[in-house]
């Protein structure tokens, strides 16, 4: 009888464009390890541990292929997150398993830190531009829907700017639709936010620490437009990457705020 070796385990061809996204999905997966807390979970701990691996196995399958040592490496088993199975004695109560569970997050939280580590090394190696780290940075935000379609495609393309331009006029738009108000700039953001007399409010106006909170965020939707975007609109202003992903992160939080106010 022929025996057949098993397939041999090799490193990922992973090519260095799909870095960033893999470096991204693996600090996802952390996190939800992480954030896992065994004291509340209602239900049998080992359930947990199986769906927590398994996402993860699946990202790293996705990523490396189940044939490399990047898999091998940073896989996390549910039996990490159980008691010995071997000590004495009948079923292990409540903080026995709670203890063991928060070993196993250690141990897996430690395999996927050393592979972002490894990743971040290879980027860094690679003599990755400043504009490149920036442009990774953009791809790893969060982004309200309304700013990623108005700054997206020109951020990529270099053209700061004009993304950070475009990133204020569509939270202006916004502003316009949820406040009904035929105004613009600064004067739009003056009477939809006024602490006096709002048209959309951030909380409900009863203290004087709650008319704070909302003058100070009428200023700054009032301030992206008068330092932002005007600026842009009237003159030729060279804006680096880095800081126009900083400025596109900011009016991105202005709309995201924007979707929590309410009516007055």
Known sequence: MVKHSPQEITDASLPMSAVPEAVRKLERRRQEIEEAHPEAHPGELS????????KLEGTLRELFGSKTH???NTRAHSFDFSPNTLSIGGPHPRHVLVE????????????????????SERLENSGETGVARALRAYEGLALHPEIERAAGALYRDGHYANSIEDAVKALNGVVRLRSDLELDGTALMERAFSPTNPVLKFNDLQTPSDKDEQKGFMMLFSGSVAGLRNPRAHALIRDDPERALEFIAFVSLLAKLLDGAKKA
Not at 104 to 119: E, F, N, P
């Open 70 to 72: 990047e898999y091998k």
């Open 47 to 54: 359930v947990l541990a199986q769906s927590l691996c398994a």
């Open 100 to 119: 063991a569970f928060h070993a196993g997050q250690r141990r897996a939280v430690s395999r996927i830190d050393a592979m972002i580590q490894l990743l």
